[in-house]
């Protein structure tokens, strides 16, 4: 199981990021996805997950109606499109699959809010 993440940068207040997490070495599409964000000083923390058709996701209140996830099973990848953010929001940030009864995680990939 292979995840890797990308799109994290830099970006202004109230601006917008998409991250991308490329999936492989195993089924994607059978799989729910989720997002998670470990900010400075702080534990890991859930920032949403989407079912594996990619009908339902669900997203932590402090990003709700700001982030969406999304995903793309003919090009296993799930994405995590971020608007109107937020200093708060800086963080790295990992994708993540439970997969046969272990956590998969990606590198993470940093993205700092601030003017």
């Known amino acids: 199981v292979q995840l890797v993440e990308s799109g994290g940068g830099l970006v202004q207040p109230g601006g917008s990021l998409r991250l991308s997490c490329a999936a492989s070495?195993?089924?994607?599409?059978?799989?729910?996805m989720t997002w998670y964000r470990q900010r400075p000083g702080k534990e890991r923390e859930l920032v949403g997950g989407i079912t594996k058709a990619g009908d339902m996701s669900s997203l932590t209140a402090s990003v709700k109606g700001r982030f969406t996830i999304s995903r793309d099973n003919d090009k296993n990848t799930v994405y995590l499109q971020m608007n109107r953010m937020r200093p708060e929001d800086t963080a790295v940030y990992y994708c993540?699959?439970?997969?046969?009864?272990?956590?998969?995680w990606g590198q993470g990939t940093q993205v700092t809010v601030s003017s």
């Open positions: 993540n699959v439970y997969y046969r009864g272990s956590m998969f």
């Open positions: 070495g195993f089924d994607f599409s059978g799989y729910p």
